[in-house]
């Protein structure tokens, strides 16, 4: 006979369904209403379509560019990505396993960026972009994603390395290993879980950004796919075709969830790993 739930845990899983149906109906509710009409919107915004719809796709993809917007996007978040990966994994490596002298000041001037609003830095970025000549280029949404990246992605890299032992530093050094061979070949595929904690918290909030794609990126050609997605929103709301806008919607959440969904165990466990000691 299986022993009675408790009332405690009754609740605690009571509560986990009402935050997950809060989470997930958005959600559906969307992907259901990408594939509807505009009539079926004036009818009953709730319910559910009378047939799937396809073009609603086709015609958000044309109508808003998103095809180029998409591959605008691709390029800023994998290179900002990339590069965030990088200089993390080397800054983390560096401020956890080599004492010289500031370590500490370095390591400290990361964490307290992890503090500062990142709304404070939009006007200071914007005259410098514009005084380096990189104002509407990628290359300068990819230095800001870059930069306001590290400090979170140095902390949870610093904190993976500081749970590796020891001994693998010290079994390189023994076989002649140099610094540089001995971060690339043994620390750095040891610390997967951080750089896939970093990287997957990292392309969420660069895919979705809006605020700095806009304002660092005010040529058409140039733009993200959430810009992209704007444009479209101001050319539904004339249209009134709303099926549009929401597979526009559709079209920007699949990446995300997909790669929240792919990953997630490995997140959880570099979470686990690079957590903040107490």
Same mark, same amino acid.
């Given at each position: ?26 959600? &559906? ?24 719809? &396809?073009?609603?796709?086709? *015609? ?14 691709? &390029? ?6 990339v ?12 401020? $956890?396993r ?16 992890? &503090? ?11 005259? *410098? ?19 306001? $990246? ?8 610093? *904190? ?18 140099t ?18 904690t ?9 895919? *979705? ?9 005010? $040529? ?18 004339? $249209? ?8 526009g ?12 969904s ?17």
């Amino acid at each position: 006979m299986k022993p009675k739930m408790s009332v405690g845990r009754a609740i605690i899983y009571l509560c986990l369904i009402v935050y997950a149906v809060i989470v997930i109906y958005p959600m &559906f509710w969307t992907l259901m209403s990408s594939f509807k009409t505009t009539g079926e919107f004036y009818k009953s915004v709730w319910a559910l379509p009378e047939a799937l719809h &396809f073009e609603n796709f086709v *015609n958000a993809w044309k109508r808003a560019k998103l095809g180029w917007n998409i591959l605008n996007s691709v &390029f800023v978040v994998a290179a900002s990505l990339v590069l965030t990966d990088i200089l993390a994994a080397m800054l983390a490596y560096i401020t $956890s396993r080599y004492k010289f002298k500031g370590a500490g000041v370095l390591s400290t001037v990361f964490i307290l960026g992890m &503090f500062m609003p990142l709304v404070m830095g939009t006007i200071p970025q914007f005259l *410098n972009l514009q005084k380096l000549g990189l104002y509407d280029t990628h290359l300068g949404l990819i230095l800001i994603y870059t930069a306001y $990246s590290l400090p979170f992605s140095v902390l949870i890299m610093r *904190n993976t390395f500081e749970t590796m032992p020891m001994d693998f530093m010290e079994a390189a050094k023994i076989d002649g290993a140099t610094h540089t061979q001995t971060f690339f070949k043994i620390m750095l595929p040891l610390a997967r879980s951080g750089l896939v904690t970093i990287s997957i918290f990292h392309f969420l909030w660069t895919w *979705n950004d809006y605020i700095y794609a806009m304002t660092f990126i005010p $040529s058409e050609a140039k733009r993200t796919l959430t810009v992209g997605l704007n444009q479209l929103t101001a050319t539904a709301q004339y $249209s009134a075709d709303w099926g549009a806008l929401f597979a526009g919607l559709v079209i920007v959440m699949i990446p995300s969830i997909l790669v929240y969904s792919i990953f997630s165990q490995e997140l959880q466990a570099g979470m686990n790993a690079g957590g903040i000691k107490g």
